[in-house]
T-cell receptor, first 108, second 112 residues
Framework: RKEVEQDPGPFNVPEGATVAFNCTYSNSASQSFFWYRQDCRKEPKLLMSVYSSGNEDGRFTAQLNRASQYISLLIRDSKLSDSATYLCVVKGGNKLVFGAGTILRVKS | EPEVTQTPSHQVTQMGQEVILRCVPI?????FYWYRQILGQKVEFLVSFYNNEISEKSEIFDDQFSVERPDGSNFTLKIRSTKLEDSAMYFC??????????FGPGTRLTVT
């Protein structure tokens, strides 16, 4: 089983749509959880940390279910600039373990 | 906003040559990391560094690789004898504590 699994997509959505990404992780001892975004051939950029209680940052909402080892990201009112690869990331020890990413394409 | 910087942005080298990739972490950060991403694949952890020593390393980080903090600002990754399969984007990252890690723009290494 992969350490962090994501649906690779691509998700093709119109501007203004709501889109949700899911992720599962295998290591129940994982301590911290994040969503990063990565534009083509660029570095991963931290989008948001994910807390057990769930958290929201503007149009972005992240949820964590430790019992199911499941993480989600919801993007509301999608913008063209949201087009990117969204990386589910789990921290264990000192290292970040990345999923392969979900591609989002927002079209006008 | 403080950023991690990396040089060079692109390095082309011949198989068997040594390369040094350089990073300047964010100034008040204490933890430093190297990751790599082979084209079309996921980002993979190589090594973490704290208090002038390696705190964790992956299986990828074998004897060909070494890291160093030669002064108060730079953090380097050396590959002693490059192989074709070392071709990848190499990202440096840093963090204040061991929580949120911020990545540099990467060095694209091409081994021919």
């Amino acid at each position: 089983r992969k350490e962090v699994e994501q649906d690779p997509g691509p998700f093709n959505v119109p501007e203004g749509a709501t889109v949700a990404f899911n992720c599962t992780y295998s290591n129940s001892a994982s301590q911290s959880f994040f969503w990063y975004r990565q534009d083509c051939r660029k570095e991963p950029k931290l989008l948001m940390s994910v807390y057990s209680s769930g958290n929201e940052d503007g149009r972005f909402t992240a949820q964590l279910n430790r019992a199911s080892q499941y993480i989600s990201l919801l993007i509301r009112d999608s913008k063209l600039s949201d087009s990117a690869t969204y990386l589910c990331v789990v921290k264990g020890g000192n290292k970040l373990v990345f999923g392969a990413g979900t591609i989002l394409r927002v079209k006008s | 906003e403080p950023e991690v910087t990396q040089t060079p942005s692109h390095q082309v080298t011949q198989m068997g040559q040594e390369v040094i990739l350089r990073c300047v972490p964010i100034s008040n950060h204490l933890y430093f990391y190297w990751y790599r991403q082979i084209l079309g694949q996921k980002v993979e952890f190589l090594v973490s560094f704290y208090n002038n020593e390696i705190s964790e390393k992956s299986e990828i980080f074998d004897d060909q690789f070494s890291v160093e903090r030669p002064d108060g600002s730079n953090f380097t990754l050396k590959i002693r004898s490059t192989k074709l399969e070392d071709s990848a984007m190499y990202f440096c990252a840093s963090s204040v504590l061991t929580y949120e890690q911020y990545f540099g723009p990467g060095t694209r290494l091409t081994v021919t």
